[in-house]
Every structure is written in C-alpha cells, then in structure tokens.
C-alpha cells in the first residue's frame, strides 16, 4: 500500500479569516488501497518520526514505544476513572460527552453550534442564492467544534487526558465531503469558494433527486442485485446521486474531487491521519455490501461513461466494520483538543445507528426509534426475503454480527420547529414570553388538552420528502380538515400525530415481511423532552415505548464505540451492558385512543396511498411549477 502526504488537520481554519490558526503543515499516512504518492512536503518534525516507525500492529498512527508511553502513563498515574468520549454530530450542532466505561454515567457535556449552520439559502459572505432543496454545510465548522467542545468538557469533568481511553464519532450522514487528495475540503480553496457544488452537500441535500430517480430506473432494467438492498429504491439523499449531480451540473467540480467521503469519516481523517471508510456509511448511503463492495463498474458506465469510474477513483480507503479501530490521535490534532497523541479512535458510524448500543440494545427484536431533526427506524435481524419499503439492510453496519435494517422519516422534529417558526402565531409566542418558556412547550400542553380524533385534522408528514415507505424526496406535506376555527395547537397535534402514523406504516411494513419487532425503544431529543409526542406513538402504535436511558444517545453510542480501544472494554456486548441501557418508565398505549386512531389510520393510509402512490401527482406538479 503506498503513502501519500496528508495535509496536516485542524489547520484548514487559516484560509477563512476568522478562525487563524499556525501555517498548515502535513502528515505522511496511509490512503486506501492507492498505491499513489503525492509529492508534498513533509515539514512536521514528529510527524516524520512516526512515520519512521514501525507501525504497532493494530495501530498504524503509533509505534511501540509510543503507545507503550501512552499505556504506562494511563496504567501508573490514573488506575481508578476510564472515560471514553463521544462526538456527536448533528444537522445544527456538535455534542461532546464524556462517559464513564464503568457505569455509563456522563461526567460533562457540551455542544456547539455550526457558525454557518445549515446553508441552504446563500452561500457564507455571498449573494449567491442556492435553488430549492439545496442544503450544504462548511466543514470548517466541523473542526471548530471539535476545538470547542472537547476541552470543555475535559476542563468540566476535571478529568486528566490520560484517563480518556478512546474517541467514537457520530454523524448525519450521507453528509459529502468533496476533498482533494490530502483531505483538504475543497470549499476551503478561493478557486472553490464561490462554487456552491464545491461545498459539503449535507444529508437533507434532495436536488440530487432527479439524478436518483435516473439510477434507480436503470437499477431496475438491468436487475443490480443492490436494489433489493434499500428496498427496490435508492434516496436523492445518498451519495452515488448527489456525487452524479455535481457532475451533471459542474463538471470541473467533479473532476477537481479526488475524494468524495461522508463527513464523519472525513473527520475520523482529520482525527488519525488515514483514510477509512465506515461500514455503516458505506453499506446505507453509498451501496456498499461485505459480499458484493460497490456497484459495479460497468452499471455506474450505463448511468455515465464519466461516473464509471467513481469508485477507484474516487471512493478510496478500506471499508471497516462498525466497532474497528481506525487509529490512534495524531500528536498535533491531541495537543489542539487537550488530549494525549495516540488515543484510541473509533470507526465512524451514521448519528442515528450510534443510538442503538446507548439504547443497551445488542440482539434482534428491538426496534430503536431515533427522533429529533428526522426520524430513523432501526432494528436488527437475520435474513428475510427482499421487500419494498425500507432504507436499507446492511451486515454489520448498525452491530457486528447481525443485518441492521433502517427505515425512516426525514423530518419530524422538523416540521414541528417549522410550525413554531412560521405559524404558530402571536398569541402563543406572547404566552411562551411571559411565562420565560418555549412556544414548544405552550403548544404540547395545550395540545394535550385535546383528546385523539378532537382535531378534526388529518396530516400527511412529507415536509421533507418520504423516505420509508415510499421513498420519493419530490413529495411534500399535506394538512386536511382545516377550519376558521382550527387552533395553532390543534394543528400542532395533528402534526405530531402525522409523525406517529408514519412510525407506524413503517412498523407495519417491517412485521409484515418477517422482521421481528419485539420492542420499541425511543432515543433522541424529541423522546427526552415532548411527554405528549411519545404518548401518541405509543396510543397510534399501539405498542408500549421504552426511552433510551440518556438524552445524548447518540454521542453515548459513539463513546460506547470508543471504549473498545487499550485498556477499555473487551466486546461491544460487554461494553453495552455497562454502558447503554434505558429508563424506568415505560409509554404504555391507552386501548380508547388507539382505537381511535386506528380509525383516523385507515384514513390517514388511504390519503398517503393517493397522493403518494399514484393516484395524484399534485404535490409533483406543484413542486414542478415553483421551480420552473
């Protein structure tokens, strides 16, 4: 395998003002499976001495005496507290949580906004507006947090860097990063900064959705065996689209991508100094399998003779499963976050599967719903016959060891923050203000006062687009029953219900083809704090809900990751029952509303059917005709 110069991390913030840090530097490391040597400079004096080292097996980052100071260190000065830290990255934020190996317990936790947030109107410092259903980020913002967040929570806790054991991350996914061969995004480039598909396409990004419904057509004349992977369909939000709409629509772009890596990898890069790919990632967003790899050359020459080669040229780096080492903490990444070179750092994993372990779910029959932003369905199983209607099914890619199945709903929270945005009205924000709280909260206590079917609303939750069970990113919402005396909160009611029923088509759809639901566990920041959301899951399902023991799921799912380094836990199954698990109460279904619900259900499956599955192509037309 051959070597190529890295650009140092964490040193890209020096190009964009604001953020300087010290001139950037780089780093020898491993790349994939490209046998290419990039003539770069290498200036950074321990970097040069790792790299003269014999890598320590399991350790690529390290040599022996390294990693021996590094477990000396550990085992004679600190022998009592084991920490591993999770990252969690989100659609607006980043979370760092520092969880103890023992118990699970959190020590500190901290989180820190994008500067640039989700940029899906303008691009930063620009005039350039951005078409509908764009949305990019800034990868500089995924450093700058990592440099706030994880000193923080080390100062916070009062915990020595020697006691922090191993790093796991979590990330929105797929999240695109399109990188130059060293890793250095290429949106950090002047040439590249005014060119919005040089940015980081986030996972919300639906404008590539033309380009999948491309795909998935010639999928099905040719009979790819990955269809039947995801369902029989593939997402707009996935990479081969978005890659092969950057190709359509610029091309120089395109050409100047040596690499295109989902964010969390991509931060796992900057982390370590080597390229690796996630399983996870890989197997839900980019068509990857253990058995098959990716789609094959000659399908992707169908599509494009210009994508047929994306893979070798493009995709590089070895695919590792969920749980894997992905290496040790480079000695200047360790020096800017507070921690010690040669920290043990996890594989990366899609934020909503980190939630899985947190939940202490470990075996099949437990269905894990993530609810924040979007909503995602997950649940492992053993094989079963190929069906329409989920996101995918993955070896290993949720827990080693079983098929993860996913499905999901891409917005949720969403579409509940959109209503107190733009119209909930005056009165409840006057309310919210005066009793010093959120409008969220005025609206689900007063939307609890209102017994289920006492809307007189129906909702169809496509703010967002379908994932499961349609799959179709050109659908958008739909609100019934409307009267001059409908309230904001009954709105607000009926918006949650459309979630619920959501959760339970997918639920359905899963039971119905053999995999197994034994039982509903909810994680997420919606499951933490809307009492009145989790009864309704429950009352429409009709299936008792469990919730996740910590808020922070997904950052303890990836610290859960993360302890499986050094002198951390032997298994992931060791490590979830020490780790993960769930609270005591239990969202127990009342049989009056769930009878009632199932009423409003039929109504609500018969306007999901005819505006989802043919029967009108009215929100297509309409979405048509605001983008012409």
Same mark, same amino acid.
């Given at each position: 395998?051959?070597?190529?110069?890295?650009?140092?991390?964490?040193?890209?913030?020096?190009?964009?003002?604001?953020?300087?840090? /010290?001139?950037?530097?780089?780093?020898?490391?491993?790349?994939?499976?490209?046998?290419?040597?990039?003539?770069?400079?290498?200036?950074?004096?321990?970097?040069?001495?790792?790299?003269?080292?014999?890598?320590?097996?399991?350790?690529? +980052?390290?040599?022996?005496?390294?990693?021996?100071?590094?477990?000396?260190?550990?085992?004679?000065?600190?022998?009592?507290?084991?920490?591993?830290?999770?990252?969690?990255?989100?659609?607006?934020?980043?979370?760092? =949580?520092?969880? !103890?190996?023992?118990?699970?317990?959190?020590?500190?936790?901290?989180?820190?906004?994008?500067?640039?947030?989700?940029?899906?109107?303008?691009?930063?410092?620009?005039?350039?507006?951005?078409?509908?259903?764009?949305?990019?980020?800034?990868?500089?913002?995924?450093?700058?947090?990592?440099?706030?967040?994880?000193?923080?929570?080390?100062?916070?806790?009062? =915990?020595?860097?020697?006691?922090?054991?191993?790093?796991?991350?979590?990330?929105?996914?797929?999240?695109?990063?399109?990188?130059?061969?060293?890793?250095?995004?290429?949106?950090?480039?002047?040439?590249?900064?005014?060119?919005?598909?040089?940015?980081?396409?986030?996972?919300?990004?639906?404008?590539?959705?033309?380009?999948?419904?491309?795909?998935?057509?010639?999928?099905?004349?040719?009979?790819?065996?990955?269809?039947?992977?995801?369902?029989?369909?593939? !997402?707009?939000?996935?990479?081969?689209?978005?890659?092969?709409? =950057?190709?359509?629509?610029?091309?120089?772009?395109?050409?100047?991508?040596?690499?295109?890596?989902?964010?969390?990898?991509?931060?796992?890069?900057?982390?370590?100094?080597?390229?690796?790919?996630?399983?996870?990632?890989?197997?839900?967003?980019?068509?990857?399998?253990?058995?098959?790899?990716?789609?094959?050359?000659?399908?992707?020459?169908?599509?494009?003779?210009?994508?047929?080669?994306?893979?070798?040229?493009?995709?590089?780096?070895?695919?590792?499963?969920?749980?894997?080492?992905?290496?040790?903490?480079?000695?200047?990444?360790?020096?800017?976050?507070?921690?010690?070179?040669?920290?043990?750092?996890?594989?990366?994993?899609?934020?909503?599967?980190?939630?899985?372990?947190?939940?202490?779910?470990?075996?099949?029959?437990?269905?894990?719903?993530?609810?924040?932003?979007?909503?995602?369905?997950?649940?492992?199983?053993?094989?079963?016959?190929?069906?329409?209607?989920?996101?995918?099914?993955?070896?290993?890619?949720?827990?080693?060891?079983?098929?993860?199945?996913?499905?999901?709903?891409?917005?949720?929270?969403?579409?509940?923050?959109?209503?107190?945005?733009?119209?909930?009205?005056?009165?409840?924000?006057?309310?919210?203000?005066?009793?010093?709280?959120?409008?969220?909260?005025?609206?689900?206590?007063? +939307?609890?006062?209102?017994?289920?079917?006492?809307?007189?609303?129906?909702?169809?939750?496509?703010?967002?687009?379908?994932?499961?069970?349609?799959?179709?990113?050109?659908?958008?919402?739909?609100?019934?029953?409307?009267?001059?005396?409908?309230?904001?909160?009954?709105?607000?009611?009926?918006?949650?219900?459309?979630?619920?029923?959501?959760?339970?088509?997918?639920?359905?759809?899963? =039971?119905?083809?053999?995999?197994?639901?034994?039982?509903?566990?909810?994680?997420?920041?919606?499951?933490?704090?809307?009492?009145?959301?989790?009864?309704?899951?429950?009352?429409?399902?009709?299936? /008792?809900?469990?919730?996740?023991?910590?808020?922070?799921?997904?950052?303890?799912?990836?610290?859960?990751?993360?302890?499986?380094? /050094?002198?951390?836990? /032997?298994?992931?199954?060791?490590?979830?029952?020490?780790?993960?698990?769930?609270?005591?109460?239990?969202?127990?279904?009342?049989?009056?509303?769930?009878?009632?619900?199932?009423?409003?259900?039929?109504?609500?499956?018969?306007?999901?059917?005819?505006?989802?599955?043919?029967?009108?192509?009215?929100?297509?037309?309409?979405?048509?005709?605001?983008?012409?």
């Amino acid at each position: 395998m051959g070597k190529v110069r890295f650009a140092s991390p964490f040193r890209l913030q020096s190009r964009l003002g604001p953020r300087r840090a /010290p001139p950037r530097r780089h780093l020898t490391q491993e790349h994939g499976r490209t046998g290419k040597t990039l003539d770069h400079k290498v200036v950074d004096a321990a970097s040069e001495r790792n790299a003269a080292e014999s890598p320590r097996p399991g350790n690529p +980052a390290l040599g022996d005496g390294q990693e021996a100071l590094i477990q000396s260190r550990r085992c004679n000065t600190y022998t009592m507290a084991r920490y591993s830290l999770g990252l969690d990255y989100g659609t607006e934020s980043a979370r760092a =949580v520092l969880v !103890s190996l023992d118990d699970g317990s959190e020590a500190a936790t901290h989180v820190a906004p994008y500067r640039s947030g989700v940029i899906d109107r303008s691009l930063p410092d620009s005039d350039l507006r951005l078409p509908p259903d764009w949305a990019l980020q800034d990868p500089i913002d995924y450093l700058a947090a990592a440099e706030e967040i994880v000193p923080k929570v080390l100062r916070d806790a009062g =915990v020595s860097p020697a006691d922090v054991l191993g790093i796991g991350v979590d990330f929105t996914a797929c999240t695109l990063v399109p990188c130059r061969a060293d890793g250095v995004p290429l949106s950090t480039l002047p040439e590249w900064r005014s060119e919005p598909h040089a940015w980081t396409k986030l996972w919300k990004h639906h404008a590539a959705q033309p380009e999948a419904e491309a795909l998935n057509h010639a999928a099905r004349e040719q009979g790819e065996r990955f269809l039947r992977r995801y369902g029989g369909t593939t !997402s707009s939000e996935w990479l081969f689209a978005k890659a092969w709409q =950057v190709l359509d629509e610029a091309p120089e772009v395109y050409a100047a991508t040596d690499v295109y890596v989902e964010a969390g990898d991509w931060l796992v890069w900057q982390l370590t100094g080597q390229l690796s790919r996630s399983a996870c990632q890989a197997g839900y967003k980019a068509l990857w399998s253990r058995d098959e790899g990716y789609p094959s050359e000659s399908f992707l020459t169908t599509l494009d003779p210009r994508l047929g080669p994306i893979v070798r040229e493009k995709l590089r780096g070895d695919v590792l499963p969920v749980g894997a080492r992905a290496g040790g903490l480079l000695e200047n990444v360790a020096a800017r976050l507070g921690l010690l070179p040669g920290t043990h750092v996890a594989v990366s994993l899609i934020d909503a599967h980190a939630a899985v372990p947190a939940a202490g779910v470990a075996a099949p029959g437990k269905l894990v719903i993530i609810l924040g932003t979007s909503g995602c369905h997950l649940v492992l199983g053993g094989p079963c016959d190929p069906f329409d209607g989920f996101a995918g099914v993955v070896q290993d890619g949720i827990l080693p060891g079983y098929l993860g199945y996913e499905a999901g709903q891409p917005a949720t929270g969403d579409i509940l923050a959109w209503f107190v945005r733009h119209a909930a009205g005056a009165e409840i924000e006057r309310e919210a203000e005066l009793r010093g709280v959120s409008p969220h909260q005025v609206l689900e206590e007063r +939307a609890a006062a209102i017994p289920p079917g006492g809307t007189g609303l129906l909702a169809l939750d496509w703010w967002n687009g379908n994932r499961s069970v349609l799959m179709d990113a050109d659908l958008s919402g739909v609100l019934v029953g409307l009267t001059l005396n409908t309230s904001a909160e009954q709105i607000y009611r009926a918006l949650i219900e459309a979630t619920a029923f959501g959760t339970r088509v997918i639920v359905e759809n899963f =039971v119905a083809h053999g995999v197994a639901i034994e039982e509903i566990i909810a994680a997420g920041g919606l499951s933490d704090r809307n009492e009145l959301l989790m009864q309704i899951y429950a009352d429409v399902t009709g299936r /008792p809900i469990r919730v996740a023991r910590s808020g922070q799921a997904c950052a303890v799912g990836a610290a859960i990751l993360g302890s499986l380094g /050094p002198g951390g836990h /032997p298994t992931l199954e060791a490590a979830v029952r020490a780790m993960g698990g769930v609270r005591e109460r239990e969202f127990v279904p009342d049989a009056g509303a769930h009878a009632i619900y199932t009423e409003l259900y039929h109504d609500w499956v018969t306007l999901h059917d005819y505006f989802g599955r043919g029967g009108n192509d009215v929100l297509k037309r309409l979405r048509g005709l605001r983008e012409r």
